[in-house]
């Protein structure tokens, strides 16, 4: 095994010396992510600025076992980009280039360490539309994005990243430089690789060029903040709003705790008696945005809604969506750590899930608030917490199984969006069943023989995970 001093003397004869580092306040910066409770030192960090270069150090840590962790903001919450068993941390911030835009095809081609909210910036001043919105937008990078296969508000209607995921330039474990898929609309030569690529966490190649797919955005767009004397009520106007045939763009809820969360904070005049509150957004062509407005807000009030504002303009519109972009910050006041979840369940279950989610809360004596996407499931129970206070930490543990067992047991799923990282790779056999491990478990092992790209996430590894827990 090299020492870290071999290391970085290697690294700088690779790529220039000023783009690696290894002095202690660096190690410290890159040893976590957005992930609470999770740190990893890692022995020197490489900012490449193109495909070869990545290329080059990937091949040297491959031939020399060195593990290489990818990189994007570091905003991961399943610890995917936390070099927890030590080796190289490979950011790609310094790849940041936005290299076409191709108004006859409507696709764009990006590096992989661009700002995802400046891509969607760019696409729009071409009058174009790059719908996933994951709410880290404007720090995580469209990398990171493609292998968490991110979602956002938007999703309901518009998909997830992988549905935007047209052709990928990657760098494999060896060094091996591929590209994979095309701008034609329909491609059906061979295994779909560019898919198996899209939610594979940095484990199976390092995203180099990313080619998405562009839309025309829609004329007009209208919000409405409906409040709930409960979040079962709530649940049932989302049914009723999906029955009516109407699909909004954003469909999102904040139950009883975050709502007071949020008003303790910003005062913006949310009813603190509310059980729940649906933020709903429709868009499209102006007259169908207003006959959908009206419906949903009839659906809301025959639902039991106490309250629905309709914005009459973007920008009163924009004020309304405020409550639900401020919902993590708010809660994320309250206590030194914040433990943010994604279970996630089919539609239906949502009021279930809620009602379970509140039980455990209570039974283990903890604070949380429960906010997400009502329109596909996707919860976020939001635990408020001190990860200094082990007897309390173990007690989140408890809840947190529960939580995810349940949603496995309602037919969903312990993430919807965060990806397995190393924080849920102990809960993926339930999900997925012996064989769905083993045959993933093959699939790493062609991209990767010898296990040197992010090594300890996604798969389970009691013994390994004993020896680097921080
Ligand atoms: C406040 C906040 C809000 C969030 N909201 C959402 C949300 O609404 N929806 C959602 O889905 N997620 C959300 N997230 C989670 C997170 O932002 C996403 O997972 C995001 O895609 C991570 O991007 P990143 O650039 O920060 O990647 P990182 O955290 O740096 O890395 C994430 C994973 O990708 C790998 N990786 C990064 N770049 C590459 C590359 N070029 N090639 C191969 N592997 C790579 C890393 O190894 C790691 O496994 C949120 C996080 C925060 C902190």
């Given at each position: 095994?090299?020492?870290k001093?071999?290391?970085?003397?290697?690294?700088?004869?690779?790529?220039?010396?000023?783009?690696?580092?290894?002095e202690?306040?660096?190690?410290?910066?890159?040893?976590?992510?957005?992930?609470?409770h999770?740190?990893?030192?890692?022995?020197?960090?490489?900012?490449?600025?193109?495909?070869?270069?990545?290329?080059?150090?990937?091949?040297?840590?491959?031939?020399?076992?060195?593990?290489?962790?990818?990189?994007?903001?570091?905003?991961?919450?399943?610890?995917?980009?936390?070099?927890?068993?030590?080796?190289?941390?490979?950011?790609?911030?310094?790849?940041?280039?936005?290299?076409?835009?191709d108004?006859?095809?409507?696709?764009?081609?990006?590096?992989?360490?661009?700002?995802?909210?400046?891509?969607?910036?760019?696409?729009?001043?071409?009058?174009l539309?790059?719908?996933?919105?994951?709410?880290?937008?404007?720090?995580?990078?469209?990398?990171?994005?493609?292998?968490?296969?991110?979602?956002?508000?938007?999703?309901?209607?518009?998909?997830?990243?992988?549905?935007?995921?047209?052709?990928?330039?990657?760098?494999?474990?060896?060094?091996?430089?591929f590209?994979?898929?095309?701008?034609?609309?329909?491609?059906?030569?061979?295994?779909?690789?560019k898919?198996?690529?899209?939610?594979?966490?940095?484990?199976?190649?390092?995203?180099?060029?990313?080619?998405?797919?562009?839309?025309?955005?829609?004329?007009?767009?209208?919000?409405?903040?409906?409040?709930f004397p409960?979040?079962?009520?709530?649940?049932?106007?989302?049914?009723?709003?999906?029955?009516?045939?109407?699909?909004?763009?954003?469909?999102?809820?904040?139950?009883?705790?975050?709502?007071?969360?949020?008003e303790?904070?910003?005062?913006?005049?949310?009813?603190?008696?509310s059980?729940?509150?649906?933020?709903?957004?429709?868009?499209?062509?102006?007259?169908?945005?207003?006959?959908?407005?009206?419906?949903?807000?009839?659906?809301?009030?025959?639902?039991?809604?106490?309250?629905?504002?309709?914005?009459?303009?973007?920008?009163?519109?924009?004020?309304?969506?405020?409550?639900?972009?401020?919902?993590?910050?708010?809660?994320?006041?309250?206590?030194?750590?914040?433990?943010?979840?994604?279970?996630?369940v089919?539609?239906?279950?949502?009021?279930?899930?809620?009602?379970?989610?509140?039980?455990?809360?209570?039974?283990?004596?903890?604070?949380?608030?429960?906010?997400?996407?009502?329109?596909?499931?996707?919860?976020?129970?939001?635990?408020?917490?001190?990860?200094?206070?082990?007897?309390?930490?173990?007690?989140?543990?408890?809840?947190?199984?529960?939580?995810?067992?349940?949603?496995?047991?309602?037919?969903?799923?312990?993430?919807?969006?965060?990806?397995v990282?190393?924080?849920?790779?102990?809960?993926?056999?339930?999900?997925?069943?012996?064989?769905?491990?083993?045959?993933?478990?093959?699939i790493k092992?062609i991209?990767?023989?010898?296990?040197?790209?992010?090594?300890?996430?996604?798969?389970?590894?009691?013994?390994?995970?004993?020896?680097?827990?921080?």
């Amino acid at each position: 095994m090299l020492s870290k001093n071999e290391i970085v003397a290697a690294l700088k004869q690779l790529i220039d010396p000023q783009r690696v580092l290894s002095e202690p306040e660096d190690i410290v910066t890159y040893s976590y992510d957005g992930t609470p409770h999770l740190t990893g030192a890692p022995a020197a960090i490489v900012h490449p600025v193109n495909t070869q270069e990545i290329s080059n150090l990937v091949k040297w840590a491959y031939e020399n076992e060195v593990p290489v962790v990818p990189r994007g903001s570091g905003t991961g919450l399943s610890g995917g980009s936390v070099p927890i068993q030590g080796g190289i941390v490979l950011s790609t911030v310094r790849m940041d280039r936005i290299l076409e835009i191709d108004e006859e095809n409507l696709t764009l081609l990006a590096e992989p360490g661009v700002i995802t909210g400046n891509l969607a910036a760019e696409a729009a001043k071409r009058g174009l539309f790059y719908p996933p919105d994951p709410g880290s937008m404007k720090i995580s990078t469209i990398g990171g994005n493609v292998v968490e296969n991110s979602g956002g508000l938007r999703c309901l209607k518009y998909g997830v990243t992988e549905d935007y995921v047209l052709g990928l330039e990657v760098v494999l474990p060896d060094g091996e430089i591929f590209w994979t898929g095309s701008k034609s609309k329909k491609d059906v030569a061979g295994y779909n690789l560019k898919k198996l690529l899209v939610s594979s966490e940095g484990t199976l190649g390092i995203v180099t060029k990313v080619l998405l797919r562009l839309i025309p955005p829609p004329a007009a767009t209208k919000t409405l903040l409906a409040f709930f004397p409960d979040m079962v009520s709530a649940g049932r106007a989302v049914a009723g709003i999906i029955a009516g045939k109407i699909i909004p763009c954003t469909l999102e809820f904040l139950d009883h705790v975050t709502i007071n969360c949020v008003e303790d904070y910003s005062q913006i005049g949310l009813p603190r008696e509310s059980g729940g509150l649906l933020l709903i957004q429709t868009d499209g062509h102006p007259a169908q945005v207003d006959e959908e407005a009206e419906k949903i807000r009839t659906i809301c009030i025959e639902h039991g809604a106490t309250e629905v504002r309709v914005a009459q303009t973007p920008e009163e519109g924009e004020k309304l969506a405020q409550a639900r972009r401020m919902a993590l910050a708010s809660l994320a006041r309250r206590k030194p750590t914040t433990i943010l979840e994604d279970a996630t369940v089919p539609r239906s279950k949502v009021p279930e899930m809620l009602a379970f989610i509140e039980q455990v809360r209570d039974k283990y004596q903890l604070e949380i608030g429960t906010f997400g996407h009502a329109g596909d499931g996707n919860l976020h129970p939001t635990c408020l917490t001190d990860e200094r206070d082990t007897e309390e930490m173990e007690r989140v543990e408890q809840a947190f199984d529960e939580i995810f067992k349940k949603a496995i047991q309602l037919g969903g799923t312990v993430t919807g969006e965060h990806g397995v990282g190393c924080v849920k790779s102990k809960y993926l056999p339930m999900m997925v069943g012996e064989t769905g491990i083993k045959v993933m478990r093959r699939i790493k092992q062609i991209f990767d023989p010898t296990g040197v790209l992010n090594p300890g996430k996604i798969f389970f590894d009691e013994k390994k995970e004993e020896t680097v827990s921080a």
